[in-house]
């Protein structure tokens, strides 16, 4: 009798006790959509909806055993990333990927919360740019990231096109830059890939602060596509659907005091937009 086994997706990123985002959000995506979750603790944010209050960091010879016990056992057919705040986490973790190239790579470059608080360290952004981007076939950074990223100020469709393109030269094969901060009825995001032009995916904004960890989800959605076997702009047009439909599934509920989460388990499988799972 042949036995199944079940795309895995590893998440590697940091903790998030209120449930609505890092490796909790990554692991509710990934098994929403059909896929086996398996994680790498990065840090342990004191966290809630409204906010990061301090981050207690994971020892980097922790975070390589995890890394090298898991890899050991189940490899994964996609990898998402999330929050790596410390130059010694990027070098460990680049170290170990180095050994797959041929597993994809999705990396949130985790640097501003929702709440706007700053997540990373300055001096990691030169070693995650220079070590840590072009092993990843993509990245999803939002507004505020890729301003950092690119140096420029990005509050408008046309600085997007710019830090976008720049962001791409730095050495990712691909840039989704997300486009949720935007103040319009419809907001807009764009993908860098191999394309001469970039593409762009619009969607209606909807009216909620239960946005909460809705970057953890996208790209663990992104590597779950991938995992699925879809292309990467497959992947990325199913994954920006099932975030939005889980932003829009759980618009009304009331889940803390701040930014609520999405809801991960409205049932993705009814979307059947290009059969989804």
């Known amino acids: 009798m042949k ?86 986490l990027v070098e460990v973790l680049v170290k170990e990927l180095r050994n797959y190239p041929d597993i994809p790579v999705v990396f949130d470059p985790v640097m501003v919360a929702t709440s706007g608080h700053r997540l990373i360290e300055e001096e990691t952004i030169a070693v995650i740019v220079k070590k840590l981007l072009p092993l990843a ?13 690119a140096n420029i100020k990005v509050e408008s469709l046309e600085d997007m096109m710019q830090a976008g393109a720049s962001i791409k030269k730095l050495g990712c094969k ?24 970039p593409r762009a995916f619009e969607f209606e904004k909807i ?26 702009y497959e992947a990325v047009d199913l994954a920006q659907e099932y975030v939005y439909q889980a932003i829009k599934q759980g618009a009304d509920t009331e889940t803390g ?12 499988q009814k979307l059947n937009k290009n059969e989804l799972v």
């Not at 994680?39 to 990061?52: E, I, K, M, Y």
């Not at 602060?209 to 292309?231: D, E, K, P, R």
């Open 3 to 88: 036995k199944y086994t079940y795309p895995s997706v590893l998440s590697i990123a940091g903790f998030d006790g209120s449930g609505g985002a890092g490796i909790q959000a990554d692991i509710k995506t990934i098994s929403a959509l059909g896929c086996y979750a398996t994680s790498v603790l990065t840090a342990l944010p004191v966290q809630n909806t409204r906010g990061v209050k301090t981050i207690f960091p994971i020892p980097v010879e922790a975070v390589a055993e995890q890394l090298e016990n898991l890899m050991e056992d189940i490899v994964p057919d996609a990898i998402k990333i999330g929050m790596v705040h410390t130059p010694q």
């Open 137 to 149: 076939d993509i990245i999803t950074p939002n507004m505020d990231e890729a301003a950092i990223l």
């Open 257 to 268: 005091k701040g930014n609520g989460p999405l809801n991960h388990f409205f049932n993705p």
């Open 207 to 232: 009216k909620t602060n239960n946005t909460h960890g809705s970057g953890c989800t996208l790209s663990s959605a992104i590597a779950s596509f991938l995992a699925l076997g879809n292309s990467l």
């Open 174 to 197: 691909a840039v989704l830059l997300k486009g949720g901060h935007q103040k319009t009825k419809v907001i807009t995001s764009l993908l860098f890939d191999e394309s001469t032009t």
